[in-house]
């Protein structure tokens, strides 16, 4: 949907998928399961480098900041929190940036009803081989500046809004740590990410698809997308982006909270009482 009616005036760009179900049934109806399946070899790397930079860095990078700004790592603080997760989504970007890439090419291309660039890769391993013989290792990072703008956007929100929204729930409405708290705090944080990353995603989708010198970079793109289609063009596709960011963000979050509880467990099991307390006021 971000690809269809690519720099074509209003009036003049094809609508073959009209929403995210229209879209789904079209893909099934002509290509099968299989094409709503397109790439995920290369989401699941994508998805582990992302989020292990994105959750395992960001924590240690807050208290850090907090400490030395505030001496209190315990203390929260909105700036100090978007900065920390903008800076650890863009670490996670540029790490997963080649396989978002192939991923974005392996789905956009479709043998009966091709939207925007086509490229013809067998799987995620044949897509990369292909980009690296053709540019080289600059081309496996083609549109690696809109990945980290895109992803800094939505992680300079997710962690922060996620963390707010729980201690508004838990001060407000008096809910205890548990997974309804953390299914309501992510639900409100992946809203959130959408609305902020879409515009970004729009354009990384462009700059990724294209092949040769569509746009010179992130601005020339977004300058390009709505002087030819209109401002509402960067949000193209919103609604199946919801429909995947809630999920994913209610899950990631939900299922982080959960994982560092069993972890904490463990350690009070395996370590003694007064290494567990060391550990935890380190």
Not at 28 to 37: A, D, F, P, T
Not at 52 to 74: H, K, Q, S, V, W
Request: a positive charge; glycine letters at 10%.
């Amino acid at each position: 949907m971000q690809l269809q009616g690519e720099l074509q005036l209003k009036g003049h760009q094809p609508h073959h998928y009209r929403g995210p179900l229209h879209g789904v049934s079209v893909i099934v109806r002509n290509e099968g399961v299989r094409g709503i399946y397109r790439g995920l070899g290369c989401a699941y790397i994508y998805q582990v480098l992302l989020n292990g930079c994105r959750l395992g860095f960001y924590e240690p990078m807050r208290a850090g900041l907090a400490t030395l700004i505030l001496n209190d790592a315990a203390k929260q603080n909105l700036g100090i929190n978007m900065f920390c997760g903008a800076a650890s989504g863009i670490m996670g970007a540029a790490a997963g940036s080649p396989f978002f890439l192939a991923k974005t090419r392996l789905q956009s291309f479709s043998p009966f009803l091709p939207v925007g660039t086509q490229h013809q890769y067998k799987n995620a391993w044949d897509g990369l081989s292909q980009i690296f013989r053709a540019e080289g290792v600059r081309g496996l990072y083609r549109g690696v500046g809109a990945a980290m703008i895109r992803t800094g956007f939505g992680s300079s929100v997710q962690l922060p809004t996620y963390f707010f929204a729980k201690r508004r729930l838990q001060r407000h409405l008096g809910m205890e740590e548990g997974a309804p708290l953390h299914l309501a705090s992510s639900t409100a944080s992946g809203f959130v990410v959408c609305v902020v990353m879409h515009p970004p995603d729009t354009i990384m989708s462009r700059l990724y698809n294209q092949n040769g010198n569509l746009y010179k970079g992130v601005f020339d793109c977004l300058a390009k997308t709505i002087k030819t289609e209109g401002f509402f063009a960067i949000y193209k596709g919103v609604l199946p982006h919801l429909a995947r960011i809630l999920p994913h963000t209610i899950l990631t979050l939900s299922l982080a909270e959960q994982t560092n509880k069993l972890m904490r467990k463990l350690e009070d099991r395996i370590l003694s009482p007064a290494e567990t307390q060391s550990m935890k006021t380190a």
